[in-house]
């Protein structure tokens, strides 16, 4: 190892340990002499004054008090705005965030103005989301809100990486780490840190200047943010044996003391795919880091995250069943990790020195440490994890030396309210509505009978000053928070979206095997020779790997959406195949794409000849016909209208293939290049949608939704078939790659870049999925579908 790095490594830590030795002791002292009890004892009366009030009785019967479960998240912010709440909720919320994740004081006039500005922003997204969300995800929960707000910023790019590499983080997510909480936190520091970046920004940032900025955000957010799910959460969990916890901490050490990631060595068992991808992806936000920090910033950012790891390996090394560690020993690294998770992100950033900063940081993080570990004391105990809380719990009764955690917490609150933020009274108020809050949240989740014997243990020390807290506990109002609303509303999403994610896969290959059944052509006896072998031909085609996107899709809103008959609509199904199969012989033809491989198989034409491919096609187009004319248990006049709009959409897939022929060689605009991918894609899509609410005789209001949302999500399928054929895997997708270039087609790549290609795969992305928000129902296929066509490798 660089003994350079690690003298300066060391030198970092013992000083920030000096620091944290004296706050700890001036703690201690606190809490022995028991000087926080008269200060907070006066801090709760001036508080309680805004929180507990002697309802009129007149306003007993008033809808105002109907107060909504907060995890109603639309519900409660409708509430907050209807019962005129929702600015203080607001201010309270936002003040916290500007003391907690931007180390700011509240009695500066500056940061007032820009708490002030916030309020204002966020007040119009919330009210404007919950007006336009109905049962969808708010805008800024959804990736197409994340987009949208890529696209006013001039981030798009950034966007779209960091939407990919979080999809590749919940994929490699081991089984023994809580997926939805690992995600929750990367996100967290991710906006984080975007909001330290606009936080140094003003009004006189130009908008190129404020892109470059957040762009580095977001990339860099992402950076600092993928240690959480995969170092912190890792070597917490089980997912590492012993030895593969040494390899892996060891190897971290050397890349924090030495500023270079090492090799990863070699990975037995059952996790080396998953250590080769992590190890992959750290060593790439590493090096992020360093290119986008300033020179003299970064000997500050290795001696920060190596305090925070170092004091992290000291708790995590900690056992339960060890009697004899001293208070030192169990809040020192308290200290130190929890300051220094805060005081990271600046340097990550190389922000400008803001006074105070550091100080407030440093004596601020153990408030949010101690009541996080209160908050998870008994999932702690039951992991056997050495916190203040479950030590303490073990051994009070024989440690009477050991400091109470909870009495140490209001030691911390006291402290932080009269000598770090000099008696502010904002400062006051959001500190504690955000005490009391977590108290009320953890005798929610626990409740009444665990939550009194929790408090008989940890607030036996003072009963008098413990009986006030409790009467805020039961009595105050108004000290919820915006980011706990959030928090527990990104994880229902994440957890709603993993359980979605699974029914779609579930479903589609659910379907997808039923069709599979359903689609080959059976021959009768007295057949002619001839007639078997073109119906052998048809087969082939059709027994090929194919996805069957689109009489799955025409199932799932036949079936699941319209309450159709499985069996009645297997016609439909055959129809839609054939169509679609035939489509592909045409399109795979020597006078047109000239493909050598389909499905995963040589083309059809390659098996045979051109001459009984083009017959092939033919035969299953009147196939299809045949098949929709037999949908015997539909109103006549139904199947009638079916068939006149299928023939009407199999004469525009032609024109788009007749398209597509003419444009070889030429440069096509985007507007000609929409139009001839939805001839040729978004028809098919469309046909899928539509014929099932044909039969299901929807009305003509919710089948023009649907065409819009074919129409984009056709689209972003063809944009995502060019940016395969240009930069994907031959034997992922079944057929070759780089056709479009060899054959001098106009495509998505071609006319705007590979990244253009992406941006606008992600606008129709997002008209897709708003166009879904105006149906009357909420087809949770149709939004996966959507993800799943701009991130598929096939």
Not at 65 to 81: A, E, G, V
Not at 136 to 163: C, H, N, T
Not at 667 to 689: D, H, P, V, W
Not at 781 to 791: A, E, G, K, M
């Amino acid at each position: 190892m660089n003994e350079l790095y690690t003298e300066r490594a060391d030198a970092g830590y013992q000083r920030a340990e000096r620091k944290a030795e004296e706050y700890f002791t001036s703690l201690y002292k606190q809490v022995t002499e028991k000087t926080y009890v008269s200060a907070l004892t006066e801090d709760f009366h001036l508080w309680k004054r805004n929180h507990i009030h002697r309802p009129a009785w007149l306003s007993l019967f008033s809808r105002k008090n109907n107060k909504p479960d907060s995890k109603d998240y639309h519900r409660y912010i409708s509430w907050l705005n209807y019962t005129g709440k929702l600015d203080d909720y607001l201010e309270r919320s936002v003040s916290y965030i500007y003391m907690r994740d931007l180390g700011k004081a509240l009695d500066s006039a500056h940061t007032q103005t820009r708490i002030q500005r916030v309020i204002d922003d966020v007040k119009k997204l919330l009210l404007r989301s919950n007006d336009a969300s109905r049962g969808f995800q708010p805008d800024f929960i959804s990736l197409s809100g994340m987009y949208r707000w890529a696209q006013k910023e001039g981030v798009e790019s950034a966007a779209i990486w960091v939407i990919h590499k979080l999809n590749q983080v919940a994929i490699h997510i081991p089984k023994e780490m809580n997926a939805e909480h690992a995600q929750r936190k990367l996100i967290k520091i991710m906006i984080g840190v975007i909001m330290h970046a606009i936080e140094e920004m003003d009004e006189d940032t130009t908008a190129i200047e404020r892109a470059r900025r957040l762009d580095a955000a977001i990339r860099l957010g992402y950076s600092y943010g993928l240690t959480y799910p995969f170092i912190d959460d890792l070597l917490d969990s089980g997912a590492l044996d012993a030895e593969e916890k040494k390899q892996y901490t060891s190897l971290i050490r050397r890349a924090l003391l030495t500023g270079t990631v090492p090799e990863p060595g070699e990975w037995s068992g059952s996790n080396s795919e998953t250590m080769q991808y992590i190890h992959s992806e750290l060593s790439e936000a590493f090096e992020c880091i360093k290119a986008y920090q300033e020179p003299e910033m970064q000997q500050t950012f290795f001696e920060l995250s190596y305090m925070f790891f170092h004091s992290q390996e000291l708790d995590r090394d900690k056992e339960l069943s060890h009697a004899d560690y001293t208070n030192e020993e169990l809040y020192i690294p308290v200290i130190l990790k929890s300051a220094a998770s805060r005081l990271i992100v600046r340097s990550v950033i190389s922000a400008p020195e803001d006074e105070g900063f550091d100080q407030r940081s440093f004596y601020y993080g153990i408030y949010n440490q101690l009541a996080d570990d209160f908050a998870d004391m008994f999932e702690d105990m039951r992991e056997g994890a050495v916190t203040p809380y479950t030590y303490y719990l073990k051994y009070r009764d024989s440690r009477p030396d050991l400091i109470n955690p909870f009495e140490l917490y209001w030691a911390v609150i006291s402290n932080l309210i009269h000598n770090v933020y000099h008696n502010d009274a904002k400062t006051r108020e959001v500190i504690l509505d955000r005490a009391i809050n977590g108290l009320k949240r953890c005798k929610a989740r626990l409740g009444l009978a665990k939550y009194t014997e929790v408090m008989d243990i940890f607030a036996s020390g003072n009963p008098a000053f413990y009986r006030l807290v409790e009467q805020m506990v039961t009595k105050a109002e108004d000290v919820d928070f915006l980011d706990k609303l959030l928090r527990d509303q990104m994880v229902n999403v994440l957890i709603n979206d993993r359980k979605e994610k699974e029914y779609f896969a579930e479903t589609v290959n659910n379907v997808r095997e039923q069709i599979n059944n359903l689609m080959r052509i059976t021959k009768t006896s007295g057949m002619a020779p001839i007639q078997e072998s073109l119906i052998d031909a048809a087969n082939y085609s059709l027994e090929g790997d194919g996805k069957r996107l689109r009489p799955i899709l025409a199932w799932v809103m036949g079936v699941n959406e319209y309450g159709l008959s499985a069996s009645a609509i297997e016609p439909l199904l055959r129809s839609l195949e054939y169509m679609h199969t035939a489509s592909l012989i045409f399109d795979d033809l020597p006078t047109q794409d000239n493909a050598s491989s389909r499905r995963g198989r040589p083309t059809l034409h390659q098996v045979h000849n051109s001459a009984t491919a083009e017959l092939t096609g033919l035969f299953l187009i009147q196939k299809a016909i045949q098949e929709q004319a037999s949908l015997q248990k539909f109103d006549p006049e139904t199947v009638l209208e079916l068939i006149r709009y299928s023939s009407q959409k199999a004469g525009e897939m032609c024109m788009g293939q007749e398209m597509d022929l003419h444009s070889r060689g030429k440069a096509l605009t985007l507007e000609q290049l929409n139009r001839m991918c939805f001839y040729k894609t978004g028809i098919a899509f469309e046909a899928s949608l539509v014929m099932p609410a044909i039969l299901a005789q929807v009305k003509e209001t919710e089948i023009e939704i649907l065409k819009k949302y074919a129409y984009h999500a056709g689209i972003a399928f063809q944009i995502r078939d060019d940016l395969l054929d240009f930069e994907g895997d031959t034997n992922l997708l079944g057929k070759p790659v780089g056709k479009d270039a060899q054959n001098n087609n106009s495509t998505f790549v071609s006319i705007l870049g590979v990244e253009g290609a992406k941006q606008e795969m992600w606008e129709h992305y997002c008209l897709a999925m708003e166009s879904l928000q105006k149906m009357p129902r909420s087809p949770v296929f149709l939004r996966h579908l959507l993800t799943y066509i701009v991130s598929r490798n096939s």
